[in-house]
Structures are given as C-alpha cells and as structure tokens.
C-alpha cells in the first residue's frame, strides 16, 4: 500500500510516545491446575444437590391435587400455582449452572501441564 514504507521497520522503542502503563500482557499469578479447585467442585456438586431437591419440594408444593368428585373418582385435578412452580424451575437452572462450573473446576483440578521438549 502507498504510503506504508516509512512505517516498515519501526518499533515502539523508536517511537517518542511512551509506553501507556497498564496496557501490557498481564502477569501469570498462578498455575491452573491447583488441587483446591477439586474442593471447590466438591461443595459445588453439595449445593447441587440440595437444590435439585429444592426444586422437586417446591414443584410438589406448586402442584396440589384438588379434592375429588365423588361421581368421578377416575378424574384427577391438579392445581398449579406459578410461584411455587417458577421457583422450582429457578432452583433447578441454579443447579444446573453450579453442575457445570463443578465439572469446569474439577477440569481444572486435575489438569496437567505440557511437558516441554
């Protein structure tokens, strides 16, 4: 392209602006396999757990059968009450969101590093 050749060649070091600060590559803090990671995961799948029953005590709470009639007692009613019900689906997508950090922290855990040649 016209105009480019001047630029060919030139390094930041030969520029006059300084360098802005804060804008480098950031600093490696630590490795990404640490075993406390695995602990990590393990109190996850816990949480889990307790709001995967969670979501099936208020699913239950938010579908009550109703009384039956005595002409019909082959008809079942149920009652189903929204709040409960999104509450229960609310617990179980927390659940689902904690199961898959669980599985990308116990990734993590046990990751091992590239053997340098």
Same mark, same amino acid.
């Given at each position: 392209?016209? +105009?480019? /050749?001047?630029?060919?060649?030139?390094?930041? *070091?030969?520029?006059?602006?300084?360098?802005?600060?804060?804008?480098?590559? !950031? *600093?490696? /803090?630590?490795?990404?396999?640490? !075993?406390?990671?695995?602990?990590?995961?393990a109190v996850e799948?816990? #949480?889990?757990?307790?709001? #995967?029953w969670l979501a099936?005590?208020?699913? +239950?709470?938010?579908?009550? /059968?109703?009384?039956?009639?005595?002409?019909?007692?082959?008809?079942?009613?149920?009652?189903?009450?929204?709040?409960?019900?999104?509450?229960?689906?609310?617990?179980?997508?927390?659940?689902?969101?904690?199961?898959?950090?669980? +599985?990308?922290?116990? *990734?993590?855990?046990?990751r091992t590093r590239?053997?340098?040649?």
């Amino acid at each position: 392209m016209p +105009g480019h /050749e001047k630029l060919t060649g030139v390094t930041l *070091a030969d520029t006059s602006e300084p360098t802005p600060p804060g804008l480098g590559w !950031p *600093a490696r /803090e630590s490795a990404l396999n640490q !075993p406390r990671r695995a602990v990590i995961a393990a109190v996850e799948l816990v #949480v889990a757990a307790a709001l #995967v029953w969670l979501a099936l005590w208020l699913y +239950g709470r938010g579908t009550p /059968e109703l009384s039956k009639i005595a002409e019909r007692p082959d008809l079942d009613f149920r009652h189903y009450a929204g709040n409960w019900i999104g509450g229960a689906v609310l617990a179980g997508t927390l659940a689902l969101l904690l199961l898959l950090d669980a +599985g990308r922290q116990l *990734a993590l855990a046990v990751r091992t590093r590239r053997r340098r040649a």
